[in-house]
């Protein structure tokens, strides 16, 4: 089929997807669209939870596999929205709704590239297509809950927001709860360990702590007190302030070592880890898929924003059309020239890659 008949197929069932709900968890009803639409292309497909995978035609145990994968989960729309999420409008070129960029249209872009590709003969490497649910929430029925369900994978593609720019680096997530205790006392009386007042040299340690070791491509670990809890009557002073922090790690660290040193050093009487699974995700520049890219004329860079890459131990490319700065945004859109273009970048690039040269 010629790529613009696949765009066009892979625009309708965008449409169609936009207006099916599918909170993470509750993909069930997209996920039967997506394996109907694989169908119509005579593909055999398989259902875990609410995840579709497929193989390829001729697949051979013998070759190397090439995951793609993006999700087709949604955050919930939030306040600021001024038209229907869940209705696909297109004007003036954008195709309006909820989880129409992130992560939609790399998600049908990415299985009509597998459809392109399906039936193709004497390919270097295996393709693998899944489309996950749960990416939004991390969730435990995701992409992580597929990987023990499929062969071992050489590398892959994460289809994220990238405008089809290469993201060869992702960081990494840890979330801190910490506690600052104090003595609890009537707010009338003294108190020289008031725990509201002792966080305030706990959120100076956090603003001005750097790590040392600063990435190529993802820059410095970046720490964020993005909560703060403490107290429930105006008259008592609290034995203890509750902080949340966000930390995004660089791949020269693991989230146990930025686990270990916070725990030693950080001013707080607790800090537990809420997960320590979704480190940062790389791929070498020299890998050639990348290479494939940079020929292409497509651009490299380090992605501070998490996807399901992190449930891969493998070599991993984040790679799509959209914006990620549109990603659960209000009257979220992608523009469909996007789609079109996606889909013909991603199949010149696997060309590049799967095609066996004589």
């Not at 071992?152 to 720019?165: F, H, K, N, Q, S």
């Not at 960081?171 to 007042?197: C, R």
């Not at 001005?208 to 008592?236: I, P």
């Amino acid at each position: 089929m010629e790529t613009k008949q696949l765009s066009a197929k892979a625009i309708g069932l965008l449409k169609n997807l936009i207006e099916t709900p599918s909170f993470s968890s509750e993909e069930d009803k997209t996920a039967v669209l997506i394996e109907n639409w694989l169908k119509e292309f005579g593909i055999p497909v398989k259902r875990s939870v609410n995840n579709i995978y497929a193989f390829n035609k001729y697949y051979d145990p013998a070759k190397p596999n090439l995951l793609l994968n993006s999700h087709h989960d949604t955050v919930k729309p939030n306040s600021g929205y001024t038209r229907d999420p869940f209705k696909a409008e297109i004007e003036d070129g954008k195709l309006y709704g909820l989880g129409s960029n992130d992560a939609g249209g790399c998600l049908v872009s990415l299985l009509a590239t597998f459809a392109y590709f399906y039936d193709s003969k004497d390919l270097k490497y295996n393709l693998i297509i899944v489309a996950s649910g749960e990416e939004e929430s991390s969730g435990t029925n995701g992409l992580n809950s597929m990987l023990p369900k499929l062969p071992p994978i050489e590398v892959a593609i994460v289809g994220e927001p990238t405008l089809m720019d290469l993201a060869v680096a992702e960081k990494g997530l840890v979330v801190f709860d910490a506690v600052v205790k104090g003595t609890p006392s009537h707010a009338a009386h003294p108190n020289t360990d008031n725990s509201i007042y002792k966080t305030i040299k706990t959120l100076e340690w956090f603003r001005d702590y750097t790590f040392e070791k600063v990435s190529e491509t993802l820059g410095a670990v970046k720490m964020t007190v993005t909560q703060l809890s403490a107290g429930n009557q105006h008259n008592v002073v609290p034995a203890t302030t509750h902080l949340v922090i966000d930390v995004r790690v660089n791949d020269c660290y693991s989230n146990e070592e930025i686990a270990n040193v916070l725990q030693q050093e950080a001013p707080c009487d607790e800090l537990i880890p809420r997960s320590l699974r979704l480190n940062s995700s790389s791929i070498p520049v020299e890998h050639e898929l990348v290479q494939a890219g940079i020929a292409l004329g497509r651009n490299t860079y380090g992605s501070p924003t998490l996807s399901d890459q992190a449930a891969l131990s493998c070599p991993s490319l984040k790679l799509g059309p959209g914006d990620s700065t549109r990603s659960h945004s209000a009257n979220e859109f992608i523009y469909v020239r996007e789609i079109e273009e996606g889909i013909g970048i991603y199949i010149s690039l696997l060309e590049k890659v799967l095609i066996q040269s004589n």
